[in-house]
């Protein structure tokens, strides 16, 4: 037998968590309800966080997003598009139009499986996870939220109350690698942000390692190369050898295995691949000339 | 359809007075239904006070049992049964033509997935945990996985006559024969699923009678039934079937699956006993598509023509022997293609191995084989410099032409036409528009590509398909009609064992009825084994033979109605005429309504309808007049390539059929459209990969089938030239269509990319060379 436990109010929810730390915590299921599907787990409990309308809800202020755990990729969409562009084209990329109305960005963190198509996305754009528990409030920086394959920084008695990233600075961009040219897991992904203000690139590799991971050296190389030249202010056209090296460290920073979505080999290739392209797309977006630092 | 041609004289006219008769596209029965969710499938049987069957499964590819306790799955509360081979009450073994598989494993499992026991218990998730209670001892054996080693006697026999299931020869001509220039290729194919959407699923009832009623979704009532009656002990009689809602079949549900287990089950514990699969489950509940090795050689003149192909193919049956024979049959006959050849020497195997049991999926044999040559003759043409439409057309085979088995093709075979339209069909805009939609590009909304790597091709296939069942079988279906006169119109009640499995029979069987009697209202009766067997419902067969039956029993029905306006109108039977629900006379006049002459009469009557012999061919040379049919289809296909990331977009992919005649055109195309996608699948994502007798991915997440935003629109040119030898003209349509779409599709990757590709599914790396 399973407990189905549904609080009403993120305080109650934090509460049952407390008391029964073995409870799941589900709120769209897309994960949860698979691996129960499958047996994969049999929890004690489910911990319902559907009806917490709290979760369910995003803010901005100071030029920062606040976006609460429970709100669905659907909305991240159609929603938060100009805001956290990177985000929302991750979102795009998750499963069906059915799966977007059900699954969270929460929900993504909760499962932190490798593949989960928000990760990249999260960490280019140096999202921070907030965490609460009826001990209190947690920031943690996703960088540091993905600790292994599907496992992660909460504690048994921690529950994600919501996402905050800045409003984007710069242009973001987001691709995904997949044999299927829609609904399918990523075979690897990459997330890519420009953050002209702090004159620094972030970057994100999904399924391509144990856990989502940055590409910190790709990230200090391609920093360092348009910070010298002066590009963040003057931009012009990238050189090849610039796209190429960004690439190739992108690949390094993988930690591939083969599986039966695709080799390692393939994966570490592919990733050179998506790495050089999105930073042309956000190159060239940049160079457009939209952008605050660049007028 | 943008074409016609128009049916020979032969075919009887047909009436015209009624509605939805022969040749237009009434709707489905059952289509509402199923488009607004409420069609009742065999997963949503019901029964009060119903238990519910689990099935435990070997985890090994091959090993003895050496001991099995059931202790703590029989003290789990709520569990009502625990049954073994010992419980098998009749002959533990079942098969379609060769009965070789144990309903449940005696000593030894030869497959990952073998059933080994059951369980039935008051709820699903009582009787799986009841399961995983059962302690089976293993002593695992090494597995047979090599279907080439297998062919050759290498490794331990797993059955007692040895590894190979059949060995088929085709020899015709010059076995020394040269020619000008000489091309070779191996090609392999992956294991395809057929992947319907409705896992295995029915509901055994006992009955008082000491028998089972059972409701199932299957393609063959009547050999269903002859097997469970032979597992479970009982005369025929004692074991009835129904159609419960089939939620696709493709082959998949030729074999038995959870028919036996259900009704054992129920007939131990008296109790009525539901069996579902889910997904995972049903990966290993059913056969799949052979996975194949090939070997061409092809000889050729300097202009094109073709002087000799050798071939040696190898199929994979797995562990038994399912539909091993016929797919080896209809690989070596097909072998070459439809093309003219004179020197032939093919030499087809199929196997037993410990990997998944292999059996019908749609084009069975023809698929394989039709990779390898279609392969080959784009190799010719690259090496002798001639267009790949070219080549083709310069070999089609045609009407009055000899195959490889000596069987001389009775029916029109416009195999170069097909090309020849195809090349004709629009082509879609060269340049892209800008800004791209990435639902466009290779890789869709993954956002990969916008444009940087895409490379276009081209690529081009024809195929050939043997239509109905062949070599001798006795191959026939039966249907009864009843006519009457309900709440004062004429009615007619058709009732065929014909399993409708999604591919709209029942709208068929309507229409010839409409057509026959000039009665519009015509009712399906639930598909049973009260009636006489309608075979399968596989290859491309029941429209043939489902619907020759239902035209014959048409023609005896509307004698007898003639003898009954005969006494009533004091004319003779002679001259008369249905139409629109009226009697008339030679000359049109009106002389009685139906159901003025049917009154209180019912006019019910039974026929059975044969398609003419086949016969077997000889087995050193493959001699024989094997088929009854040949149904072919031509594709073109377009693709995009991210030459960089490997990835595909099928951009167009239009396909060129002759169907004889289109009895309900809209279903031709949709049948179209379903066999193309299914071939773009195999072509480019559709693999259950198996490792030492494992299966890596039984799940939709990682066997993947096409989505909307990987079948591209379709031009579909139906071509109408009548078979005088079949009813209404008409030539099987549903498996043509999956044969040449996977090699045009392949071809069009080549042609972007230049890459060799002689295996299927096409994988990125495959592209990429990572």
Not at chain 1, 24 to 40: I, K, Q, R, S, Y
Not at chain 2, 386 to 410: F, W
Not at chain 2, 442 to 451: A, D, E, K, L
Not at chain 2, 614 to 623: A, M, P
Request: aromatic share 6%.
């Amino acid at each position: 037998m399973m407990d189905f436990l549904q609080p009403t109010s993120w305080s109650e929810a934090l509460r049952i968590k407390s008391e029964r730390p073995g409870a799941v915590p589900v709120a769209g299921g897309t994960d949860v309800m698979v691996e129960l599907n499958f047996d994969h787990r049999r929890p004690e409990a489910l911990l319902d966080l559907n009806r917490v309308a709290e979760l369910a809800e995003w803010s901005e202020e100071d030029g920062r997003v606040r976006l609460g755990a429970g709100v669905p990729y659907a909305r991240v969409i159609t929603e938060l598009g100009d805001e956290l562009p990177g985000l929302a084209m991750a979102s795009r990329t998750v499963g069906s139009p059915q799966i977007r109305n059900r699954g969270t960005v929460g929900g993504n963190l909760g499962a932190a499986s490798p593949a989960g198509d928000s990760h990249p996305a999260l960490l280019a754009a140096d999202a921070v996870v907030e965490v609460a528990s009826v001990r209190g409030t947690r920031m943690i920086p996703a960088a540091e939220f993905y600790t292994g394959v599907k496992r992660n920084a909460l504690e048994p008695d921690e529950l994600i109350a919501a996402i905050h990233l800045d409003v984007a600075r710069g242009p973001q961009q987001f691709a995904k690698v997949g044999t299927r040219n829609a609904m399918v897991i990523a075979v690897c992904a990459f997330g890519l942000a420009l953050h002209p203000e702090q004159q620094r690139v972030g970057t994100g590799i999904g399924s391509a390692a144990p856990t989502p991971r940055r590409a910190s050296a790709a990230e200090e190389f391609l920093s360092g190369e348009l910070t010298a030249a002066g590009l963040w202010s003057a931009p012009r056209p990238l050189t090849d050898s610039v796209r190429r090296r960004f690439g190739e460290l992108v690949a390094q920073a993988a930690s591939p295995i083969d599986d039966v979505r695709g080799s390692a080999a393939y994966r570490r290739h592919a990733l050179a691949v998506l790495a050089r392209r999105t930073l042309g797309w956000v190159w060239q977006d940049y160079c457009g000339g939209s952008w605050p630092a660049c007028a | 359809m943008t074409q016609r041609t128009s049916a020979r004289d032969s075919v009887r006219e047909l009436s015209t007075a009624v509605t939805g008769g022969i040749g237009e596209s009434p709707r489905r029965p059952d289509g509402t239904l199923k488009v607004r969710g409420e069609f009742a499938y065999s997963s949503d049987l019901w029964h009060e006070d119903m238990l519910w069957g689990a099935t435990l499964r070997s985890p090994h590819p091959h090993a003895r049992i050496l001991s099995i306790d059931l202790t703590e799955a029989l003290r789990t509360p709520g569990v009502y049964a625990v049954l073994t081979h010992e419980d098998v009450p009749g002959e533990n073994i079942y098969g379609l033509e060769h009965p070789d598989q144990p309903v449940l494993a005696v000593d030894r499992v030869r497959y990952q997935g073998e059933s080994v026991a059951l369980v039935a218990a008051d709820h699903p998730e009582t009787a799986r945990r009841a399961v995983a209670r059962i302690k089976v001892e293993y002593a695992e054996l090494p597995p047979v996985t090599d279907m080439v080693a297998a062919a050759k006697g290498e490794g331990p026999p797993l059955h007692p006559d040895g590894n190979v299931v059949r060995h088929l020869k085709i020899r015709r001509g010059d076995p020394e024969a040269t020619a000008d220039v000489m091309v070779v290729g191996e090609y392999e194919i992956g294991m395809q699923d057929q992947a319907f959407l409705g896992p295995e699923s029915g509901l055994a009832v006992p009955a008082e009678d000491g028998g089972v009623d059972l409701y199932v979704a299957t393609q063959w009532l009547h050999v269903d039934q002859k097997q469970v009656a032979n597992a479970l002990g009982l005369p025929l009689e004692k074991v009835r079937l129904t159609l419960a809602g089939v939620g696709g079949a493709f082959g998949g549900r030729e074999d038995l699956s959870m028919q036996v287990h259900a009704c054992m089950l129920a007939l131990h514990t008296g109790k009525p006993v539901k069996m579902v699969y889910n997904r995972e489950e049903s990966f290993f509940g059913h056969v799949h598509r052979h996975p194949a090795k090939l070997y061409y050689e092809h000889g050729a003149t300097k202009d094109g023509r073709l002087v000799y192909v050798r071939a040696k193919i190898y199929l994979d049956g797995g562990a038994y022997t399912s539909s091993t024979p016929a797919v080896v049959a209809n690989a070596a006959t097909l072998g070459v293609g439809p093309y003219r050849v004179d020197n032939v020497a093919v030499d087809c195997w199929g196997v037993y191995t410990n990997n998944p049991p292999c059996g019908a999926m749609r084009g069975f044999g023809a698929v394989q084989a039709a990779f390898g040559y279609e392969s080959q003759m784009d190799k010719l043409a690259e090496r002798l410099g001639m267009d790949p439409v070219e080549i083709r057309v310069h070999n089609a085979i045609a009407e009055g032409d000899t195959m490889p088995t000596g069987q001389v093709i009775d029916s029109p075979a416009p195999v170069a036409e097909l090309m020849r339209r195809l090349r004709r069909l629009p082509m879609p805009p060269e340049n892209r528009e800008e800004p791209v939609d990435i639902r466009d590009m290779p890789g869709g909304v993954s956002n990969t590509t916008h444009g940087e790597g895409v490379v276009r091709g081209v690529g081009y296939a024809v195929g050939i398909k043997n239509i109905c069942f062949s070599e001798g079988f006795d191959d026939y279906s039966t249907a009864r009609l009843r006519v009457q006169t309900v709440g004062g119109e004429p009615a007619a009640l058709v009732h065929t064992a014909a399993a409708e499995v999604g591919q709209g029979l029942v709208t068929v069987k309507q229409q010839v009825v409409r057509s026959e009697l000039g009665i519009e209202r015509v009712t399906v009766a639930p598909m049973d084994t009260t009636v006489g067997n309608g075979g399968s419902t596989s290859a491309s067969r029941q429209t043939y033979v489902t619907g020759g039956a239902v035209r014959k029993v048409c023609q005896t029905v509307r004698q007898r109605i003639f003898e009954l306006a005969a006494r009533k109108l004091g004319h003779g039977p002679d001259g008369l005429e249905l139409a629109g629900g009226k009697v008339v006379d030679a000359s049109g006049v009106v002389l009685a309504d139906l159901v003025d002459v049917l009154g209180d009469d019912v006019v019910e009557e039974t026929e059975v309808y044969r398609h003419r012999p086949t016969y077997r061919v000889d087995s050193e040379t493959g001699q024989g007049n094997a088929h009854v049919q040949y149904g072919f289809a031509a594709h073109r296909a377009i693709v995009d390539v991210d030459t960089e990331l490997g990835l595909v977009k099928v951009v167009q992919l239009d396909c060129v059929q002759d169907v004889g005649k289109a009895m309900n055109p809209q279903a031709v195309v949709g049948q179209i459209h379903g066999g193309s996608a299914q071939g773009l699948g195999l072509a480019v994502m559709e693999e259950i990969q198996v490792v030492d007798g494992k299966v890596r991915n039984p799940s939709f997440t990682d066997y993947l089938i096409p989505t909307i935003l990987d079948m591209p629109p379709m031009t579909v040119d139906v071509l109408e030239l009548a078979d005088p030898h079949a009813p209404y003209g008409l030539r099987g349509v549903g498996e043509p269509p999956t044969i040449s779409s996977t090699p045009a599709i392949v071809a069009a990757i080549r042609a972007a990319t230049g890459n060799a590709l002689p295996r299927v599914p096409v994988r990125p790396e495959h592209i990429t060379g990572t």
